[in-house]
C-alpha cells in the first residue's frame, strides 16, 4: 500500500523532482508514485533543458558532465492528481496473497493467475455499477454526421453538444429511423448480388443517406422564421403561441437526434448538428490501459470479498456453509462500497430540495 511519506510534496503538486550534484555522480533517484519514461519528462541543468539523458527504472542517468552544486530539475509532461484515492490491481492482488492464502489462513494454496483473473473480474463488474468508470469524450462533429465508438467503449450514459455559452444540451436517441446492418446491394431486377465467394454484397445504406437530408423541424415543432414573421403580425395566432396540438413529446425538442450504428461502430446524428462539439459520456470497463486498473479505497474491501468468495466458489472440497458465508459477506461489502461511493451530500440535497416548494407557472 502507497504511503504519503513515499512521494514528496514537490512530486505530487509541481510533477517535477529537484537535484543538486556532487560532482562526482551523474545517476540520481527518482521518487514519483509512478515512475516515468525518457520521453515523459523534460530534464533541465541550472534551468537550461537537456536530451542527454536517460532512465532505466528508478535510475536518471545524465550523459553530460555535471559540476558540483548544479541545478538538475526533472519535469513531468502529464501532471495527475487525486491517485491517493485508489489503490492499484497489483497491489490488490499481492494484499490478498499475504491476507488470505497460506497456512492457517482462508486460502492454502492458489495460483497467483487465478487471484489476477478474479480481480480484473471483479474490477470489470464493478465498473458497470459500483465503481462507474465514466469517461467523456469532446469531438467536433464533421460532414460525416457520425463519431466512432472510443476504443474502451461499452456503453453510454449522456451525449450532447455544447452551445455557445459552453452549456451541455442534452441529444436523446430516436426511434424514427433506424441503422440496417445488411445493407444489401441489388440488381435492376431487385436480385441481391453476391459475390465469387457466394456471399451477398454490401453497399450504402439508403436510410442512412436519406436521414442526413432530413430537416428536424418536420418532427420537433420548432418555428421557422417564416412561422416566426407570421405569428408576429397575427394578434389571433399570437395568443396561441407555444401550443403544439399533436406534436409528439418524444420528438418535441430541437437538440438534435442521434442513433447507434452498430454496422460501423459509430454514433450517427442529425443533420442539424453538423459543426457541433459532441460530449460522449461513456462506460469504460476499467481495464482499458494499465493505468485504469485500480479500485477506490472505499471499495477496496469489497474487491477483497469478491476474490475471496470466487476462489472459493471454484475450488473442490470446500464446505458449502463456507462458500455462503462469504458469497454473503460480499453482497455486503458491495453494498456497503455503493453506498460510500454513491457521494450524496446533506448540504447538496439540501439546496436541491428548497426547489421542492417552488411554484410553477403556465
Not at 463519431?147 to 450514459?157: K, R, S
Not at 448480388?193 to 453497399?203: I, M, R, Y
Amino acid at each position: 500500500m502507497g504511503l504519503i511519506g513515499t512521494v514528496t510534496e514537490e512530486n505530487y503538486y509541481n510533477g517535477s523532482q529537484t537535484f543538486i550534484a556532487d560532482g562526482s555522480t551523474s545517476t540520481f533517484t527518482l521518487t514519483f508514485e509512478t515512475l516515468p519514461t525518457a520521453s515523459q519528462v523534460r530534464v533541465y541543468v541550472n534551468n537550461s533543458e537537456i536530451t542527454t539523458f536517460s532512465i532505466s527504472g528508478a535510475t536518471l542517468t545524465i550523459s553530460s558532465t555535471l559540476s558540483a552544486n548544479d541545478v538538475i530539475k526533472v519535469e513531468l509532461l502529464d501532471k495527475t492528481f487525486g491517485s491517493y484515492q485508489y489503490t492499484s490491481i497489483k497491489d490488490i492482488v499481492d494484499n490478498f496473497m499475504i491476507a488470505y492464502v497460506g497456512d492457517g489462513k482462508l486460502i492454502d494454496h492458489v495460483a497467483k493467475s487465478d487471484i489476477v483473473f478474479h480481480a480484473k473480474r471483479g474490477l470489470q463488474e464493478f465498473s458497470y455499477d459500483i465503481l462507474k468508470t465514466v469517461k467523456l469524450q469532446e469531438v467536433e462533429l464533421g460532414p460525416s454526421l457520425s463519431i466512432p465508438m472510443p476504443q474502451d467503449y461499452v456503453n453510454y450514459v449522456k451525449v450532447c453538444y455544447i452551445d455557445s455559452s459552453g452549456i451541455r444540451r442534452i441529444i436523446y436517441p430516436t426511434r424514427l429511423t433506424t441503422n440496417p446492418t445488411e445493407p444489401l446491394v441489388q440488381d435492376e431486377n431487385y436480385n441481391y448480388v453476391f459475390d465469387s465467394a457466394g456471399n451477398a454484397v454490401e453497399g450504402s445504406s439508403i436510410t442512412e443517406e436519406r436521414y442526413k437530408a432530413f430537416d428536424t423541424k418536420n418532427i420537433s415543432g420548432d418555428l421557422s422564421s417564416e412561422d416566426s414573421l407570421y405569428l408576429s403580425t397575427n394578434d389571433y395566432l399570437r395568443s396561441d403561441f407555444g401550443q403544439r396540438y399533436g406534436a409528439t413529446p418524444e420528438t418535441t425538442q430541437i437538440n438534435g437526434f442521434f442513433t447507434i450504428n452498430e454496422r460501423t461502430g459509430s454514433f450517427s446524428f442529425s443533420s442539424d448538428l453538423s459543426g457541433k462539439v459532441i460530449v460522449l459520456e461513456y462506460i469504460s470497463d476499467g481495464l482499458g490501459t494499465d493505468a485504469e486498473m485500480k479500485v477506490n479505497k472505499m471499495a477496496e474491501e469489497a474487491l477483497y470479498k469478491h476474490i475471496a468468495y470466487n476462489v472459493l466458489a471454484t475450488k473442490r472440497n470446500i464446505s458449502e456453509f463456507i462458500v455462503r458465508r462469504y458469497q454473503k459477506e460480499r453482497r455486503a461489502a458491495l453494498r456497503n462500497a455503493k453506498i460510500r461511493l454513491s457521494n450524496l451530500k446533506i448540504s447538496e440535497l439540501s439546496q436541491v430540495m428548497r426547489n421542492k416548494s417552488k411554484q410553477i407557472k403556465h
